[in-house]
């Protein structure tokens, strides 16, 4: 081969890389690269690169300067103070009496304690959580007010108000019961598909549960008698539902079992908890390999005996 010569229209850092022979073949490759200020090198113009070799005319490529997108500086953190409140726990109103408000005030710059105080309370004075820290290094502390299941499923409002060196006075946040349209779930249980049964492996039940509002809901499912543990079984989070007048919800949770357990006749249930059904009631989908069709039964649950009545 001969020597290639390579030259640009603009001066800057020039760097010719040696030819270097292509896999497999008797052709050679190389390359030139130009590196210019951004000065040298507004958006819009080019260089010119022009090659010349003995076995071939000389040739000429324009290439265009890139486009260098802005830099975005990271956004500034600023602790700015604020007051939020979170509702109970679905699986707490549902599964027992132990049911708790927690109201945080976050954005602060110091880690000095807050003063909380709640309306209504209950017989309980109200826990203060320890301070945490975000990643802008701003501080929140929180109190969290137990109980109080039954005045929140009445629809009583409660109010935290909150004093802290970093404010202006006081701040004060109100929540209560979304007041919107209750819809009860319907509960559809679906055995494993037949190719998933001829491997004789794991198998999958399907349990949909939709039609339902507000947002939240509780699936669990039970082998027999016998409660599985979460971590056993998929549960996807709610989506809305296509629009076809009032608003509800669907959601699908999937158990995997052994292909054995289900041929031998093993009953697996889908229970479902929902704010639209009776205090302490659930509705429970039943099926098993004998009968391929499941049923569906309303259970209840023995609720805690700690006291959930607030004053």
């Known amino acids: 081969m001969g020597p ?17 022979l292509a896999s497999g073949g008797s052709l050679y490759t190389m390359s030139s690269q130009l590196n210019l200020t951004a000065t040298d090198c507004p958006e ?56 708790s408000l927690t109201c945080t005030l976050s954005g602060l710059r110091n880690k000095t304690p807050a003063s909380f105080s709640w309306t209504p309370t209950n017989g309980k004075e109200a826990i203060t959580k320890p301070a945490e820290i975000d990643s802008c290094g701003c501080y929140r502390l929180s109190s969290v007010l137990p109980g109080c299941a039954e005045p929140w499923n009445r629809g009583e409002t409660f109010t935290c108000t909150v004093t802290h060196p970093d404010l202006e006075g006081s701040l004060t946040a109100t929540i209560k019961k979304p007041s919107e349209n209750v819809f009860r779930p319907q509960v559809h249980l679906l055995p494993p598909p037949s190719e998933e049964l001829a491997l004789n492996e794991l198998v999958s039940l399907t349990c949909l549960v939709r039609g339902f509002s507000p947002k939240e809901v509780l699936v669990r499912w039970l082998h027999g008698n016998q409660e599985l543990p979460q971590n056993s079984y998929l549960v996807w989070d709610p989506l809305k539902e296509p629009d076809e007048g009032a608003i509800t919800y669907a959601v699908t949770s999937v158990l995997r079992v052994t292909a054995s357990s289900w041929k031998q006749g093993d009953n697996f249930s889908c229970v479902v908890g929902h704010e639209s059904l009776p205090l302490g009631s659930f509705t429970q989908k039943t099926i098993d390999h004998q009968s391929g069709k499941p049923t569906q039964v309303n259970v209840s649950v023995i609720m805690s005996e700690a006291d959930g009545t607030c004053y």
């Open 4 to 20: 290639v010569n390579v030259n640009w229209s603009k001066d800057g850092k020039i760097t010719n890389f040696p030819p270097a």
């Open 44 to 99: 819009g113009a080019r260089a010119i690169c022009s090659v010349e070799h003995a076995t071939s005319a000389p040739q000429t490529k324009d290439v265009f300067c890139p486009v260098v997108p802005p830099t975005i500086p990271p956004p500034t953190c600023q602790c700015q103070p604020s007051l939020s409140l979170q509702r109970p726990a679905l699986e707490d109103l549902l599964l027992g009496s132990d049911a």
